[in-house]
């Protein structure tokens, strides 16, 4: 959809994403184990809802509606009813009407396209918040809860890591396509670890990766899937992580931005936001992003935009080969090339176009239910210069987000202009 009445981000908030490996992640072997506890999905989602208020300098009983994006909260925090609890963060939202919007790890990008909804049928102010946390589980179990976002009842058998499992299966389609190996995914992985390392929100900020490290497979870095035909295609490296964290941000029309207390010169406008969904269970090429590509030739078609428009772009790299495959489908490169732009480049901080560039889901990290909502706020960052030793080298005023649920089964593309 391309809106009628202007929207904009007008700012935000965003926590640390945080999990195994991260230096303030509690677990048995930190030392303050028993001393201090990791932050509930209730404190992420009142932080972040305070905190976006705070950074356009309004009080929260101005808020016209706001959106909750999560997951699978009622697994891995017992709790549902989000948008209920959103409300209990300030006095000032009693009675705001709040809503919760579920589809796997494109809700972030739902909550976007709903709040767009809200502005076009005349709201002026909308919080949009996501958050997930997935480390109360251990690994196996997590992974049987993520399995949902999947068609559980045909797929999850596939293996015990079902999503790895289902990418490990691109890949191998991929590579047997273009010819190429699984190592070539190597320069996708060192460049997220790379961005993370200097970006001081990321899960991974003090995890370095090099390309020996990633291209091959080893005791640290081992092929983990039980399913044998599978178990060569896909190494932890390739993996998104499993993190804690939210993000917020305000959506404003421009009598929205009228109200604000500071930051309405930050605006960052929403030119074109569409939804695309294809059914579960039926990915017609597994070397194809079909619902992504639909999504995006919306946006392009409403906004007489093209790929070439592109200065910087957040997409959904829940594994390494969905990178190159969302680069391909968005038309950043031709068909089988979405490894080579990587390795040439292109898509560093310093490249033409810069992709991913705190660290993506692979180092920044992927609290599900935050994921599409950090996506527009990193590209609002990145056009204002906030984002300090991970600052793109170029200027960017043109930028994409593309986030996508399940295998590629639903699909937020959302394009976002700084005139």
Same mark, same amino acid.
């Given at each position: 959809?391309?809106?009628?009445?202007?929207?904009?981000?007008?700012?935000?908030?965003?926590?640390?994403?945080?999990?195994?490996?991260?230096?303030?992640?509690?677990?048995?072997?930190?030392?303050?184990?028993?001393?201090?506890?990791?932050? !509930?999905?209730?404190?992420?989602?009142? *932080?972040?809802?305070?905190?976006? #208020?705070?950074?356009? +300098?309004?009080? $929260? =009983?101005?808020?016209?509606?706001?959106?909750?994006?999560?997951?699978?909260?009622?697994?891995?925090?017992?709790?549902?009813?989000?948008?209920?609890?959103?409300?209990?963060?300030?006095?000032?939202?009693?009675?705001?009407?709040?809503?919760?919007?579920?589809?796997?790890?494109?809700?972030?990008?739902?909550?976007?396209?709903?709040?767009?909804?809200?502005?076009?049928?005349?709201?002026?102010?909308?919080?949009?918040?996501?958050?997930?946390?997935?480390?109360?589980?251990?690994?196996?179990?997590?992974?049987?809860?993520?399995?949902?976002?999947?068609?559980?009842?045909?797929?999850?058998?596939?293996?015990?890591? !079902?999503?790895?499992?289902?990418?490990? *299966?691109?890949?191998?389609?991929? #590579?047997?396509?273009? +010819?190429?190996? $699984? =190592?070539?995914?190597?320069?996708?992985?060192?460049?997220?670890?790379?961005?993370?390392?200097?970006?001081?929100?990321?899960?991974?900020?003090?995890?370095?990766?090099?390309?020996?490290?990633?291209?091959?497979?080893?005791?640290?870095?081992?092929?983990?899937?039980?399913?044998?035909?599978?178990?060569?295609?896909?190494?932890?490296?390739?993996?998104?992580?499993?993190?804690?964290?939210?993000?917020?941000?305000?959506?404003?029309?421009?009598?929205?931005?009228?109200?604000?207390?500071?930051?309405?010169?930050?605006?960052?406008?929403?030119?074109?936001?569409?939804?695309?969904?294809?059914?579960?269970?039926?990915?017609?090429?597994?070397?194809?992003?079909?619902?992504?590509?639909?999504?995006?030739?919306?946006?392009?078609?409403?906004?007489?935009?093209?790929?070439?428009?592109?200065?910087?772009?957040?997409?959904?790299?829940?594994?390494?080969?969905?990178?190159?495959?969302?680069?391909?489908?968005?038309?950043?490169?031709?068909?089988?090339?979405?490894?080579?732009?990587?390795?040439?480049?292109?898509?560093?901080?310093?490249?033409?176009?810069?992709?991913?560039?705190?660290?993506?889901?692979?180092?920044?990290?992927?609290?599900?239910?935050?994921?599409?909502?950090?996506?527009?706020?990193?590209?609002?960052?990145?056009?204002?210069?906030?984002?300090?030793?991970?600052?793109?080298?170029?200027?960017?005023?043109?930028?994409?987000?593309?986030?996508?649920?399940?295998?590629?089964?639903?699909?937020?593309?959302?394009?976002?202009?700084?005139?």
């Amino acid at each position: 959809m391309k809106p009628t009445r202007r929207v904009t981000i007008a700012g935000g908030s965003i926590t640390p994403f945080i999990g195994k490996f991260h230096p303030d992640f509690i677990w048995k072997k930190h030392p303050d184990f028993g001393q201090r506890e990791n932050p !509930t999905l209730e404190q992420l989602l009142h *932080r972040v809802a305070l905190g976006a #208020c705070s950074d356009v +300098d309004i009080d $929260p =009983a101005i808020i016209d509606r706001g959106y909750v994006t999560n997951f699978v909260g009622e697994l891995f925090s017992n709790q549902g009813h989000l948008g209920a609890m959103t409300a209990g963060a300030h006095e000032g939202f009693l009675h705001t009407p709040f809503t919760r919007l579920e589809g796997a790890c494109a809700s972030g990008g739902l909550g976007i396209a709903a709040a767009i909804d809200a502005i076009q049928a005349g709201a002026d102010l909308v919080l949009v918040v996501g958050a997930e946390v997935q480390t109360t589980r251990n690994a196996k179990v997590g992974a049987d809860y993520l399995a949902r976002a999947a068609h559980y009842a045909k797929e999850r058998s596939i293996d015990e890591f !079902t999503f790895p499992a289902m990418f490990a *299966r691109r890949t191998r389609a991929y #590579c047997e396509k273009h +010819d190429v190996t $699984p =190592a070539q995914l190597a320069p996708i992985v060192v460049k997220a670890y790379a961005n993370a390392n200097r970006n001081p929100n990321a899960h991974m900020h003090a995890v370095t990766m090099s390309q020996e490290q990633a291209a091959n497979a080893s005791d640290a870095n081992p092929c983990f899937l039980t399913n044998e035909e599978l178990n060569p295609w896909l190494r932890i490296s390739d993996c998104s992580q499993v993190s804690d964290g939210a993000c917020g941000v305000i959506l404003a029309s421009d009598e929205g931005l009228d109200k604000l207390g500071s930051g309405a010169n930050r605006a960052v406008q929403l030119t074109s936001c569409s939804v695309a969904c294809g059914p579960l269970g039926a990915v017609p090429d597994y070397t194809r992003m079909d619902v992504t590509s639909a999504a995006a030739s919306r946006c392009y078609g409403e906004s007489g935009w093209d790929a070439t428009d592109i200065q910087i772009a957040e997409v959904h790299d829940c594994f390494s080969i969905t990178e190159a495959l969302i680069c391909e489908a968005l038309g950043f490169c031709d068909e089988g090339e979405g490894m080579q732009i990587a390795a040439d480049g292109v898509t560093s901080l310093e490249g033409s176009l810069p992709v991913n560039s705190g660290g993506g889901l692979m180092a920044f990290g992927h609290p599900v239910g935050a994921t599409g909502v950090k996506q527009v706020f990193e590209i609002f960052r990145q056009m204002n210069r906030l984002c300090g030793d991970y600052q793109v080298a170029n200027s960017p005023t043109r930028g994409l987000c593309a986030n996508m649920g399940g295998d590629d089964r639903t699909s937020v593309v959302t394009l976002m202009e700084k005139s």
